[in-house]
């Protein structure tokens, strides 16, 4: 395939991340988006070791596919990531600081042996 070919274009997804979703919803999202990708890469690789001829159009279309789906797995842990990010650092300044009491025992005074 040769790089001046216009009929080749780079196509971007675009997932938007659910403003309800919790930071384990959306991990889970990532690992189902990358359990496909996985599963798509396993099986173009088997088709490709059990075939005779690679149709290089539906090949690269086919890895665009996994290309997508591991974009959209990367795009759902970075917002999970950056969402418990922003809850952390709003539970850290919820919380007042609480500064344990220091006991201090008292020194009993002792007379000295004369």
């Known amino acids: 395939m040769s ?14 991340v659910d403003p309800d979703a ?10 189902e988006w990358l359990q496909y990708a996985r599963g798509l ?12 001829s690679v149709d290089c159009r539906q090949m690269a279309l086919s890895l665009e596919a996994v290309a997508a ?5 990367v795009q759902s842990a ?3 990531h ?7 650092r709003e539970r850290a ?3 007042p600081v609480v500064v344990p009491a220091v006991r201090i025992p008292k020194q009993r005074l002792s007379r000295c042996p004369d």
């Open 3 to 16: 790089l001046a070919n216009d009929g080749s274009r780079v196509r971007r997804c675009n997932w938007q």
């Open 22 to 31: 919790s930071s384990h919803d959306l991990l889970n999202d990532a690992t």
């Open 41 to 52: 890469t396993e099986m173009l690789a088997e088709f490709v070791h059990e075939s005779d």
């Open 69 to 73: 789906l591991t974009h959209m797995g």
């Open 78 to 80: 970075a917002a999970a």
């Open 82 to 88: 950056a969402r418990i990010s922003l809850e952390t």
């Open 93 to 95: 300044q919820a919380e």
